[in-house]
């Protein structure tokens, strides 16, 4: 092999592992959506919502949550924009259970817009993995190019 197609594979392997170790990009503080879905005004994430008025007047429909996240690391974004992270408990009808930091919390449903699942710490092992074993391929094959 030569040194030319050498460093031709090298930059290959290196790019495609970058992309498939590359995560998408989450704003951690981006406001959750309106319960309907469309996404919140920007004037209301400013403001903070502040229309009592409007929001006693409506009631607000509890927040569907999937039942297989109980007992999963998640995060739950409120529809006054806070969010938190923690350890779903329990999950009724009316509210849920999440633990954060060794305490637990009782949120009724009416006060979330979503809940997600966590990302793991094992996609990031993985990711890593995958950079370790392309590096050390990426050693052999240019210490078998210079014999």
Do not use: C, W
Request: charged share 25%; proline share 7%; aromatic share 4%.
């Amino acid at each position: 092999m030569s040194e030319e197609t050498t460093k031709r594979l090298s930059v290959v392997l290196l790019a495609s592992l970058l992309a498939f170790t590359a995560a998408p990009a989450q704003e951690p503080s981006a406001p959750p959506p309106q319960p309907d879905g469309s996404p919140r005004d920007a004037a209301d994430v400013a403001v903070g919502s502040t229309d009592t008025a409007a929001q006693t007047q409506q009631p607000q429909a509890p927040a569907h949550v999937d039942q297989g996240l109980v007992k999963k690391k998640v995060v739950v974004y409120f529809r006054d924009g806070r969010v938190y992270k923690g350890k779903l408990v329990e999950l009724t009808d009316d509210f849920l259970r999440l633990k954060v930091n060794g305490r637990t919390e009782k949120v009724e449903l009416t006060e979330v817009a979503k809940v997600e699942r966590a990302p793991s710490r094992a996609a990031l092992v993985v990711a890593i993995t995958a950079l370790a074993v392309g590096a050390v391929a990426l050693v052999v094959l240019i210490a078998a190019t210079r014999d």
